[in-house]
Every structure is written in C-alpha cells, then in structure tokens.
C-alpha cells in the first residue's frame, strides 16, 4: 500500500473506530485513535500476516499490550479480512467475542490482553522462540506510555536485551495522556528514550501518527544487530477530531449521536481533500 | 525412602527434552533450587533464564507456548502463584497457552523461612481460575506419570511438590492418569483423602489405625482440579468417617472441595479438613510443621479416632 493510500486508510479507519465506539456505547475512544496510523502501517505494509498466513509458523506477530484500544485493532484486522466488519455490530454485546480487550477467540489475534504490562513478556518469548528456532518472523507489540509505569515492562526489557532479541520490535504510544491526566504528572515517565536505551534497546523516535515517518523507521529495521527494537511513537490522542484531541476525559469517553455526527463530519471532510490531492 | 519429588521432576524433564527439543524450562534463577544444573548443562539451548523476575517468567512462557514450544516454567511455588498470578490468570490461562507452571518447593517445604516462602493459598487461587488444572503428585511415581502426561495434557497446568525425599507408596496398579484420583488401599472404617506430600502420612496413620483394628481407605488425590468427583463420591458412600489432608490452608483446598460435592450429593457423614490453619504458621521444618498441625501418622489417627468417637480405645 502506498503512503498516500495509507493517509486515506487512516482517516477511514478513524470513522470506523468511532462508529463501532457509539455503537457498542464503550470503548476507549482516545487511544484507539492515538495508535490506528501504527497499526495501519504494521498490518498494511509491514507485517508478514494475512486470515491466509495467520496459522503459518513464520508469520509476524503482533502483541497488543495496551489491550484497551482494541477497536483500533479490530477496525484493521476487520479491514484486513480477518473476520467481517459487520462483526462489530456485536462488539461489547451479550455473548459476543469482540470484547473491551483483545482474546484469541478473534481471528487474527495472538494473545489475550487488558491487563497491562503483559505484552512485552508475551513478545519476548514469541521472539526468543524464533530465535531459538532460526525463524524469520518478527514481533511488534505495542505499549501505552501510561503502562510503562507497570515494572513487569522492565523485567521484559532486560531480557530482551539480554538475549539479543533484534527480532523483537516495541512501539511506545507516546501519547502523554492516561486517564488521571498527563503522564507526567500522575508519575513521570521522562525520560523515555533514554530509559529504554539504558536497558538496552536501539530506540527510534517519530511522529507516530504520521505514516510515512513510521515506514520508514520499520524499514530500518533491525535498528541495530543483536539489540530489541524501540520505536518511541510520538502520537495525539484522539487524534483527527477536534474536541477529541488532547481530551483527558475522551480516555474512555463514548462519543453521543451529535458528537459522532459532528466528528464524521470532520473525518469526512479530511477523506475529500486525501482524495482530491493525493500526497 | 525414595528420592524427593522434585529430583524425579528433572530427571524426568530432562528425559522429556533430549527426546523432544521443543520440550524447554524457563528459570527465574531458580535452576539450582529446581535441581536443573544438569538439564542447563546437558541441554543449555533448551534452558531460557530470565533472572529473578517471576511475572516475566510466566509471561515469556506464554509467548514460547503460543510457538509450539512445550514450556515447564518454573519457580517457588511462593512467589509464582503470588507474585504472577495475574500472568497465570491472563497470560497462561485466559489466553489458552499451554504452559506447565511448575511450583517447587511448595507448601512449607522451605518451612522455617516463614511465610513469604510457604505456598498455602496456590490450591485455593487457581482452583478459582477457569482453563488450569492443578495436580499436587504424592510420591516419586505419580511425579514422574504427572510431568510425562503434561506434555499432552490439553489445557494449562500446574504442577507443585516439595523438596524432601518421599517413601514410595502403597500401589495397587500402575495406573495413572491427569483428573483420575489413585485408591492406594481400601477399608470403610476409616478414609483419608489426601493430595500431595500429604498422603506419605495419611498412608501411616492408615497403619497405625490398622494395629487398631480399623480398616482404612487411603486416597491419593493428586489433582485437585478437577476433581475425582467419581471417586470422591464413591468412597464417601461407604466411608464412616472422612478426613481430607493437605499442605494447604483449610480454606480453598481439597477440603472444602469435597465438603462442596459431598453437600451437593446430598452425602453427609463425619467429616474433618486437615490442613494448615488460618493463623501465623508456626515456624519448624516441613515435617514439624505437618506434626504440630497433626499431618502425621499420630495427629491424622487422633482425628480419626475423634471423628468414630472411639478415642477412648487408645
């Protein structure tokens, strides 16, 4: 897909998201919209993964630690073919499988996640695995910044580091927004990318919602040999909807019929002038 | 006397993984106390260490599992039924990841370091956790059974023994099978179920209360999830007197679940739980906490003489 298509993927799947949010009448509104642009790239253009691929033992994988924007990755997984829009009709409903967090019982998902601070344990050891079995996969998880301050991330980390593991790729939402307010006044997470070049990782940073800043960083990918991969993703959240944007309360806030109608309104308006000039 | 449970659990998983090289254990430096130097040393590419760092032992065992990879993860039970539970819970056991959770040195093995080493809640946590069996081998034999039929055993599992040598026990057939509790003798007078390293001393109060006179059935419940409900209920109906036995609090076990199905069945009939009870546990040995808490031949025949109300035979 070409970046200019992935622009336009992006705005569509922001339209889906919130569309699936109302509909539901839950969901986490902000982060879903801070993280689509990486989850668009990985599964658009990066990921070795297809509904075809997703039982072959070589294909990438992907761990999303911040569980709670799972209508980020339902939305591109749906798109993707993994399992029929129209799915999502039932998202959050009576025994319905699409639930609040992600779980295996949704085709094309590796892992049950919500509680945080468990991804990067779980990548760790889908990486090590390909290590130890000489496999070409990679793995990408992505953590909120506001589960870093979850220790269980830093255990991982030192074993990432210590065991090489440039296969492994963690993308940090950098958002700055968790659900008490700014980062770093609830307890400061600066800095970031010095801690995680302390534990070891070869970190990258860019604008993450831009999806040609973060085509290009994967495809440097390995950053450098023998050293886990960090991409410090520099995102708004709620990003592409102006009363959203850097909302603390649209952490996990539902948009109201007049608040989606007015926020289509805007993401239809940013569709147009994609399709009008094409970048 | 035999060896200890938890040498029979490396030296079976060492059999297991030069046989099968997807067969791995993961260390929380606990290699050592898990009696894994020679399998690290003979098997060194099928040993992943992550330091002293429990939640991300068992988290990293899920992502190994989800790759095929048959994973015995292991640490005290203390501090990996506490400290990561919450990746038993939702790494291992929500998400389906068959990995074996090995609890050494459970109980109050590491008896007089005191409770930060002791595990009497692991029972009770994950019997209230849905897809993991839980399976507490008594002797070497059903150690050796449980670690070979984990490997194909089709949910998540836990696995938890001691570290002192145990007595082989009575053996009526070399059955043995995950779920499937073992009749190690049979009598009616008189019937301990026991999980664990607790059935060694069900096995000698059933002796002692044999010179007696009274005939004894003696029960090794290994798994205490799910539960031989079949054989509980079996033996129940033709029990006088029932007395489960665990290295465990009374509260959440083995206990209180066969007080549960013998309730439902509508079965009463004397009835104690001898365990560890909800107190600050006093400090010994394995052994000497088992006796003052009457795990042993003479504390488990007192509570049977107590229950048939024939204490004064003695």
Known sequence: MTESELRLKSVQYRKTILKIIHHAGSGHTGGSLSCVDILNVLYNRVMNVSPETFGDPNRDRYVQSKGHSVEALYTVLADRGFFPLEDLDTLCHYQSHYIGHPTRHVNGIEQNTGALGHGLSVAVGMALAGKLDERPYRVYTLLGDGELTEGSSWEASMTAAHYKLDNLIVIVDRNGLQITGPTEKVVALEPVADKFAAFGYAVRECNGNDPCELVNLFDQVPFEVGKPNLILAHTTKGLGVSFIENTVKWHHKVPTQDELARALEELDGAEEALKVVPL | ?314
């Open chain 2, 1 to 314: 006397m035999s060896k200890a449970n938890l040498d029979i659990f490396a030296e079976t998983v060492l059999e297991l993984a030069q046989q099968d090289r997807d067969v791995l254990v993961v260390t929380s430096d606990s290699r050592g106390s898990g009696k894994l130097t020679s399998f690290g040393e003979t098997l060194p590419a099928q040993i992943v260490e992550v330091g002293i760092a429990e939640q991300n032992l068992v988290g990293i065992a899920a992502g190994l599992a989800s790759t095929g990879k048959k994973v015995f993860a292991v640490s005290p039970a203390c501090f990996l039924t506490a400290r990561s539970l919450e990746q038993i819970k939702n790494d291992v056991a929500y998400s389906d990841q068959r990995v074996k959770v090995i609890g050494i040195s459970a109980g109050v093995s590491y008896g007089a370091l005191g409770s930060t080493h002791h595990s009497l809640h692991d029972f009770a946590a994950l019997r209230a956790i849905n897809n993991i069996d839980v399976v507490a081998p008594a002797d070497n034999f059903e150690t050796r059974e449980t670690i070979k039929a984990a490997i194909r055993h089709p949910r998540p599992l836990y696995i938890r023994f001691g570290k002192k040598a145990m007595p082989d026990l009575p053996r009526l057939n070399d059955t043995f099978e995950i779920g499937k509790a073992r009749v190690l003798k049979s009598g009616t007078d008189v019937t301990f179920i026991a999980t664990g390293e607790t059935a060694a001393p069900a096995v000698m109060a059933s002796e002692v209360l044999e010179k007696e006179g009274l005939a004894c059935s003696v029960i090794s419940m290994h798994t205490v999830k799910p539960l031989d409900k079949d054989c509980l209920l079996d033996v129940a109906r033709q029990a006088q007197v029932l007395i489960t036995v665990e290295e465990h609090s009374v509260y959440g076990g083995l206990g209180e679940a066969c007080a549960a199905v013998l309730l439902r069945a509508g079965i009463t009939l004397p009835f104690e739980i001898v365990g560890i009870p909800d107190e600050y546990t006093v400090t010994g040995s394995q052994g000497e906490i088992f006796a003052h808490y009457g795990i042993s031949a003479e504390g488990l025949a007192q509570t049977a003489r107590k229950l048939l109300r024939v204490g004064s035979r003695v």
